[in-house]
């Protein structure tokens, strides 16, 4: 490897900046065994830290992380939704909902976090309404020659057909993340491939053969690989946060067509490469108080913008509005 120099993007912040615990207790990623809260929400890795601190802030969302044991009990009464099989990310958590609906018996999962818009707007059964914003960006090795490469979108683009296929006389290893990502799908869009089939120079393992989990930098580990990574996420992990694991490893985010994802540990609104992130609920039930509070309106749990932007997101002037309505 052509070893140059360490450096990150991300500046730590102190605790009292942040007005929350820092490293040292316990990291809360799951409600407490034991503590049930009215909305339900699973599905995104994305968002699955910032809800987490809405949950517990609000006190409405008991929001389950996108890893961890293979079931999660969502609800207080024993044997109703106590093996409910986990979702990994967007798509994962919006196919449970989906079939949470079907099961007209009980409501074991309310809501799905998302980092996509709907893949299938065939019908209005689900919505969507955005809380934050976020950036993505590609990821590379901190000891790599790429951190000093200039990259543009059309470079990143032209890496992810498989056309360009050594930088800086570096191999490039395109990644994606696992199936079920919305960063995924997202990525792929603007990367203009298909999130499905995409080429095959791009593989969502690691060189190990180990499956690609979004934001986590432990899949980079060859000089060559990419992978895209979310800037808010990338900020939280380096803040400190007792709930937030420090996945970044050697991952260092790359500034594209010039502009850097991170100002002054903020994400930069101004980066070419960003998109909303939501919480998707069936439509049928956007009346019930409980998902108003959790979701609906500039004043829900979800638009707390001293949580939003402690975990790295920026705020939105229209927080708590739907952003579209599809069925997955």
């Not at 930088?167 to 298909?194: C, K």
């Not at 800037?231 to 010039?258: H, K, M, S, T």
Request: with cysteine.
């Amino acid at each position: 490897m052509n070893v140059k120099s360490v450096k990150r993007v991300g500046v730590v912040l102190g605790a009292a900046a942040l007005g929350v615990t820092v490293l040292g207790a316990p990291a809360q990623a799951d409600p407490a065994a034991g503590v049930f809260r009215p909305v339900v929400a699973v599905g995104s890795d994305t968002t699955q830290y910032v809800m987490n601190g809405i949950g517990n802030a609000g006190g409405t969302i008991a929001s389950y992380d996108a890893i961890g044991s293979s079931t999660i009990d969502t609800r207080a009464a024993a044997g109703v939704c106590d093996a409910v099989a986990r979702p990994n990310g967007s798509s994962a958590g919006i196919n449970a909902l989906n079939a949470d609906i079907a099961d007209t018996a009980v409501n074991c999962i309310d809501a799905a976090r998302s980092s996509r818009l709907p893949n299938n707007t065939s019908t209005t059964d689900l919505s969507w309404y955005r809380f934050a914003l976020d950036a993505v960006t590609g990821s590379v090795r901190n000891d790599s020659a790429l951190t000093f490469h200039a990259f543009t979108k059309a470079e990143l683009q032209s890496i992810y057909k498989c056309e360009t296929t050594v930088v800086d006389g570096v191999a490039v290893f395109p990644l994606l993340p696992q199936a079920g990502s919305g960063t995924r799908t997202y990525w792929a869009g603007e990367m203009g491939i298909s999130a499905t089939t995409p080429p095959s120079c791009v593989k969502d393992v690691d060189v190990d053969g180990v499956a690609v989990q979004e934001h986590d930098g432990g899949a980079l580990k060859r000089e060559g690989d990419i992978m895209p990574y979310s800037v808010a996420q990338y900020i939280a992990q380096g803040n400190g946060l007792a709930d937030v694991p420090d996945r970044r490893e050697a991952a260092q985010l790359v500034d594209v067509d010039g502009v850097a994802p991170v100002v002054s540990n903020t994400l930069n609104t101004a980066f070419p490469i960003k998109r909303e992130v939501y919480n998707v609920i069936e439509t049928a039930r956007a009346g019930e108080a409980d998902l108003i509070k959790a979701f609906i309106g500039s004043t829900s749990d979800s638009c707390n913008s001293s949580v939003i932007t402690t975990y790295g997101f920026g705020t939105l002037s229209n927080c708590g509005t739907r952003a579209a309505q599809g069925e997955s």
